[in-house]
């Protein structure tokens, strides 16, 4: 099971943390990843991570603004967000899969998601 928190409402170009902890399983078998879906949008990739955290992948559109992590002593992973903007706005997902790709059908194991809401 997966379980995200950590959204809520922020100003444009405030932080958030998102979280995500990952039972019933053995944490170091997955790749992580972060997607998010926005009001009237489909589901876009957003950060992954690799088994042991030895590599990572961003989306363009959040390079250099978000910054996903692992800590695997607490069987979570993070997804830090800087410099946020109106158009962050979204339900935010975590998710784990054998293989760190960019791909949602890679992914087998969805948490329910967490609204994260950037006012302008």
């Known amino acids: 099971q997966l379980q995200a928190s950590g959204g809520g409402l922020v100003q444009a170009g405030g932080s958030l943390r998102l979280s995500c902890v990952v039972s019933?399983?053995?944490?170091?078998?997955?790749?992580m990843a972060w997607f998010r879906q926005g009001p009237g949008k489909e589901r876009e990739f957003l950060a992954t991570?690799?088994?042991?955290?030895?590599?990572?992948l961003y989306e363009d559109a959040v390079k250099g603004r978000f910054t996903i992590s692992r800590d695997s002593a607490k069987n979570t992973v993070h997804l830090q967000m800087n410099s946020l903007k109106p158009e962050d706005t979204a339900v935010y997902y975590c998710?784990?899969?054998?293989?760190?790709?960019?791909?949602?059908?890679?992914?087998?194991?969805w948490g329910q998601g967490t609204l994260v809401t950037v006012s302008s």
């Open positions: 019933g399983g053995v944490f170091s078998s997955y790749a």
């Open positions: 998710a784990a899969g054998y293989v760190a790709t960019a791909e949602e059908s890679d992914y087998s194991d």
């Open positions: 991570i690799s088994r042991r955290g030895g590599s990572t």
